[in-house]
């Protein structure tokens, strides 16, 4: 009776611990999940570090970028600041050809015109336009042949200067003359000779140019290399009209207050470049050079 009773109480309490045991097998699972919570912020603590550590990146992304977009706009500005002299050219031509009359400086224009004589003047970029007075000499065969250009002066006794342009085919030995009407010529040498013609310069005095002023017209003796002495070529040039242009130009002279050149009084004498006719063309492109 006494085993039966071991027995049975053995029994009784394995019956009584069987849900201790089970209790103590389930223990364990809250201490998994235990150690599970600690895992789940550690997951997150990243992910909550990572996100502000990404945006940083970002917002420092964007200004690299929006580097080169400045870089860019710079170049932009730049190359929109090279075409400004590209603009300004092509408005200063549109200045030039709003007036299409106008004369451009440093060309001739016609003021006004006496008859056979022309006044003339050339465009400055300040101050009064210098004027002369002008006629184009042609043959019998109304060809031009010279053209002569006069100019008022003050230098004691020459009171008139004028310019004579001749072909580059003209005897420079034998030089020019130049008579009123039947006045006797007086003869003037060539100074130099330049791709538009051999040049002569005149000094005129006062009787002279009086002469002038009541004269019909003056003839214009030149002399062709190789030709005849006997025979020279006589160009007319009219005198009508002469005194009122040449009145015109001294007032506009002495409007301008401006001194009057000076001429060199010319001798009757030839150039003394001029050695012999076979060198007379081939020295004189040297004289204009």
């Given at each position: 009776m006494i085993l039966k009773n071991s027995h049975a109480l053995l029994a009784a309490l394995a019956l009584a611990a069987?849900?201790?045991?089970?209790q103590d097998a389930e223990t364990p699972a809250p201490e998994d999940a235990t150690t599970e919570q600690p895992a789940a912020p550690a997951e997150t603590a990243p992910e909550a570090g990572t996100e502000p550590a990404t945006e940083p990146a970002a917002d420092e992304a964007a200004p690299a970028e929006d580097a080169p977009?400045?870089?860019a706009t710079g170049e932009e500005a730049a190359e929109g600041e090279t075409p400004a002299p590209a603009e300004t050219a092509p408005g200063a031509e549109q200045e030039a050809e709003a007036e299409p009359g106008e004369p451009r400086v440093g060309s001739y224009y016609v003021r006004s015109t006496h008859n056979d004589w022309t006044v003339r003047c050339i465009r400055t970029e300040e101050g009064p336009d210098p004027c002369e007075l002008y006629q184009l000499m042609?043959?019998?065969e109304d060809n031009a042949v010279a053209e002569m250009t006069?100019?008022?002066l003050r230098n004691g006794n020459v009171a008139a200067g004028a310019t004579l342009i001749a072909p580059?085919?003209?005897d420079l030995i034998q030089g020019l003359g130049f008579g009123v009407d039947n006045a006797e010529p007086r003869g003037y040498p060539f100074s130099f000779c330049a791709p538009v013609g051999c040049?002569?310069?005149m000094g005129f005095t006062p009787d002279e140019l009086n002469g002038m002023k009541r004269g019909n017209k003056a003839v214009v003796t030149l002399l062709p290399f190789g030709a005849d002495p006997e025979q020279p070529v006589r160009l007319d040039l009219?005198?009508?009209g002469f005194t009122a242009a040449f009145n015109e130009v001294q007032q506009l002279a002495e409007e301008a207050g401006d001194a009057a050149p000076t001429v060199i009084e010319e001798s009757?004498?030839?150039a003394p470049e001029a050695t012999s006719p076979e060198n007379t063309e081939m020295e004189t492109p040297e004289a204009a050079e």
């Open positions: 069987a849900p201790a045991f089970a977009g400045d870089a042609q043959d019998q006069l100019i008022p580059l085919e003209t040049v002569s310069r009219s005198l009508s009757n004498t030839p």
